[in-house]
């Protein structure tokens, strides 16, 4: 009995483990294909759009217009309490007056001494004080003018109008505010050429110069791609965005674009294939991107580092690290250890052959 009882003891004492099953993986195959063009946002815009502001500072008495409000070229759209540009244009034309009445003088004073001199009752030398003050006395006439001018010319300028016919894009101020001379107080979007704004990533500034054909398509028309091409690119980057502005403009031709709608403009790929995997197969290891990639011989998986291009909407480029036909471990990819056993499912759960086929045999 005691030999029985050690022998029994003996056999639970054993703690080795079964061996862990094989988890089911969804796994997909890396494909290569053509490179997919690259979608940048973007949004309707007017080729001008004038920044508009008053010639002179002064209180703003009354705004005419409100954003989107359709105007004509010289509509008035602002204007600015006048009662202090009418009071120098009022002491301009004293003035203007005041010298008139000099050169009158002047010029009456000036055709008495001719006479005189010509029958010698005075010197010449008054004669030419006369002449003198007479040229001065015109002088200050023209003077007088012009000043007349600018205050007539600052008293127009109380008032804003439309340079060109377009749609008020935005509103930057309003009645009772106090503005200076050239502060921006709306600004139109002239009636015209459409264009599309952009911003371009600092990684593909290099790859756009002013020509290069695009295409836009409208959130309005999916589908439907507009041809365009880059009429200008800044050439430096936005301080905070790290992004190059660019304006694609659309081909002639009848384009049904309205200010303010969303597009997206498109650049072709390369001509070179490129190996992509679903977004959700990418994994993080110290901190780049990697991939599950399954050993064909026994179904194990191994975390490999890989170099990504340009997110697209549900695949991303491969650019280095992996080769089309690989196979790789598409969802669940932190729940995984290096040299796991997987076995491989498609994403209808059905079994998944990883195994390379078998070569041919030599033909006899």
């Not at 009995?1 to 969804?26: I, K, N, Q, Y």
């Not at 989107?68 to 003035?95: F, I, T, W, Y």
């Not at 009772?176 to 600092?202: C, M, W, Y």
């Not at 049904?256 to 650049?267: F, I, K």
Request: glycine residues 8%; contains cysteine.
């Amino acid at each position: 009995m005691t030999a029985g009882l050690l022998v029994l003891l003996g056999g639970c004492g054993d703690d080795s483990a079964p061996p862990e099953s094989a988890r089911p993986a969804w796994v997909v195959q890396a494909t290569s294909q053509g490179a997919a063009p690259t979608a940048y946002a973007g949004e309707v815009r007017a080729r001008h759009e004038p920044a508009l502001a008053f010639r002179i500072g002064g209180k703003i008495s009354k705004r005419f217009v409100d954003v989107g409000a359709r105007v004509k070229k010289s509509q008035p759209l602002a204007e600015l309490d006048a009662s202090d540009v009418g009071l120098q244009r009022d002491a301009a034309q004293a003035l203007l007056s005041s010298a008139e009445a000099d050169l009158a003088l002047a010029t009456s004073e000036l055709e008495r001494y001719r006479d005189l001199v010509d029958q010698q009752l005075v010197s010449r030398s008054l004669y030419d004080a006369r002449v003198s003050q007479h040229e001065a006395a015109q002088a200050r006439v023209r003077q007088a003018r012009a000043q007349a001018d600018v205050s007539v010319n600052q008293a127009g300028y109380a008032v804003l109008r439309a340079p060109a016919s377009g749609v008020i894009a935005q509103r930057l101020a309003e009645a009772g505010q106090v503005v200076a001379a050239g502060q921006t107080v709306f600004v139109l979007a002239e009636d015209g050429e459409r264009e599309v704004a952009i911003s371009v990533p600092e990684r593909d500034a290099r790859d756009f110069s002013v020509g290069r054909p695009l295409a836009v398509e409208l959130w309005s028309r999916p589908g439907e791609r507009f041809p365009g091409s880059l009429r200008e690119i800044s050439p430096s980057a936005d301080p905070q965005a790290r992004t190059f502005a660019a304006r694609v403009s659309f081909d002639p031709g009848d384009t049904p674009v309205d200010l303010g709608q969303s597009a997206r403009v498109y650049a072709n790929g390369g001509d070179q294939p490129v190996v992509t995997v679903p977004l959700s197969a990418v994994h993080e290891k110290d901190g780049g991107a990697a991939l599950w990639v399954v050993d064909p011989a026994d179904s194990s998986v191994h975390l490999r580092p890989v170099v990504l291009g340009a997110y697209g909407e549900d695949r991303v480029p491969v650019l280095e690290g992996l080769a089309a036909g690989d196979w790789v471990v598409a969802a669940g990819v932190h729940l995984l250890l290096d040299g796991q056993r997987i076995t491989p499912i498609d994403d209808q759960n059905r079994p998944v052959d990883v195994a390379p086929p078998a070569p041919d045999a030599d033909a006899r």
